[in-house]
């Protein structure tokens, strides 16, 4: 079977990691998990940087085919592997998932990942680091609550899981767990959470269930 051959390399924690986690299991494609230890700097070996030059991830092995960053991921996933279309055919809709994807991956992670985190402890000091990324995440959060609100149904922008909820799922999750932030102020986003936690390819993509979790 052509699935046999996928590899991801991926960080338990990492939320761009998370989201082609869910993408693969809602389309049922078996994977290799290989783990990349970024707490260990396992990202910037010479090994890595041959996969993905930038020593991030996620990275997407498919056989000959060598795929890094989450968007790409998932669009290169979307159009390989058509089964469980993750986006509408109504282009409003779509452009829809698009923005709501983009305000994640580029307005709110960024802001919180590791690396800013570190440097936001270092350069300014610890306490600080949690209220950086509060700050950034609950702007992001606000901007999606008005951006879903005339297009949600029982997920982010209708009744199917599509591209929008696989990036918001990671980053609501983390909003929970790591950051604490109050979810009260964000109806919406904490509805799709519940949602998202009834979802088994959703459940079993999450951090804790991951090979390389801490047990």
């Not at 919406?188 to 936690?197: C, P, Q, T, V």
Request: proline share 7%; glycine share 4%; aromatic share 12%.
């Amino acid at each position: 079977m052509a699935d046999q051959q996928l590899r991801l390399y991926s960080y338990f924690r990492s939320s761009c990691s998370y989201r082609v986690r869910i993408a693969l299991n809602l389309k049922g494609l078996k994977y290799e998990y290989k783990a990349v230890n970024l707490l260990k700097g396992e990202q910037f070996s010479p090994e890595f940087r041959k996969l993905n030059p930038i020593g991030y991830v996620p990275v997407l092995v498919d056989g000959d085919i060598v795929v890094s960053d989450s968007f790409a991921i998932l669009l290169y996933l979307e159009e390989k592997y058509p089964q469980h279309p993750l986006l509408p055919k109504d282009l409003q809709r779509k452009a829809v998932n698009f923005q709501a994807a983009n305000i994640v991956s580029s307005s709110i992670q960024p802001l919180q990942n590791l690396a800013v985190l570190k440097y936001i402890e270092e350069k300014v000091s610890p306490d600080e680091k949690m209220e950086w990324a509060k700050v950034h995440i609950g702007k992001g959060f606000a901007a999606l609550e008005d951006l879903l609100k005339n297009y949600a149904g029982r997920f982010a922008t209708g009744d199917d899981v599509s591209f929008a909820d696989i990036f918001l799922a990671p980053q609501i999750h983390a909003a929970f767990t790591r950051f604490n932030l109050d979810m009260t102020q964000f109806p919406l986003l904490s509805r799709l959470h519940e949602a998202y936690n009834e979802i088994p390819a959703f459940v079993d993509a999450r951090p804790d269930k991951q090979p390389d979790a801490p047990s």
